[in-house]
């Protein structure tokens, strides 16, 4: 089994091909995982009577690379976990911890969530984002046409209308013997309505918590995070939550600084 006491021989077997370029993760040995969140809102130009289609994918295009650069990969949706094998980023390497969870949620609100510690998602987007950059500033961005596998949830609708996007992350206590769980949601949220936002995380983490149960898995964290998306008339909006599982540019890896 790997982590925690073998994380460097993680970093040194995860690593792309490429020296400036990640790949995605080819399906065996170990691999690294990162987590962000884009939207859009694009003028509807190519829909008519029979499809939308068109204009949902400028929409999807559009949150690919509106905040971190997820641009010109072939996406393969898989299910939501991180494994022994697997590194965090922005967790367990490139820490990021400048974000407190009161961001999101008030002591009030954490209250029904006794002995687990729950942490602002917003750390590990911002991470991410630091190691592929921007569409203006790439970093080590996805080699043009990888093939990425990702859990990721997608959401399109046209206007007028508000959209979210939702990400809880479980950290189980017992990380090489258990997989890291994400959970995913995306819909439609009243504008401005900050207690639908607190809501929905609340019952994200509550989803968490009952995977755990399920699996008889207890979790010692979560992180949560949350994006919405105003989408006016005449326009399709697009919300992405998406964790790529990847190996890393070569030149990355003096990133992978310890906690």
């Known amino acids: 089994m790997f982590y925690n006491k073998d994380k460097e021989v ?6 792309s091909p490429h020296k400036d370029y990640c790949v995605g993760y080819p399906g065996q040995g170990p691999y690294f995982t990162g987590f962000s969140m884009g939207s859009s809102s694009v003028p509807k130009k190519f829909s008519h009577e029979g499809s939308f289609l068109l204009d949902k994918i400028n929409a999807f295009d559009r949150a690919e690379i509106n905040d971190t650069y997820l641009g010109q990969i072939n996406m393969i949706t898989v299910s939501s976990f991180c494994g022994p094998h697997g ?22 609100d954490l209250k029904e969530f006794k002995g687990v510690e729950i942490c602002n ?8 984002k630091k190691l592929f950059g921007t569409i203006d500033d790439k970093k080590f961005p996805f080699f043009p046409g990888s093939h990425v596998l990702a859990a990721e949830k ?106």
């Open 10 to 15: 993680i970093i040194k077997n995860a690593q």
């Open 87 to 108: 590194l965090l980023w922005g967790y367990d390497v490139a820490r990021e911890d400048s974000l407190s969870v009161n961001d999101l949620l008030s002591d009030d």
């Open 121 to 128: 998602g917003k750390n590990l987007r911002n991470a991410t």
């Open 154 to 259: 997608f959401i399109s609708l046209p206007g007028p209308t508000t959209l979210y996007g939702c990400f809880a992350m479980g950290i189980p206590k017992e990380r090489d013997k258990y997989a890291c769980l994400f959970m995913e949601d995306v819909g439609v949220i009243k504008k401005d309505n900050n207690q639908e936002k607190v809501n929905l995380l609340k019952n994200i983490i509550r989803s968490v918590e009952e995977i755990g149960k399920n699996q008889k898995i207890s979790y010692r964290a979560v992180f949560v995070d949350i994006i919405t998306q105003e989408v006016k008339e005449n326009e399709m909006g697009g919300v992405l939550v998406v964790s790529p599982y990847f190996l890393l540019a070569q030149n990355a890896v003096h990133l992978c600084k310890d906690k």
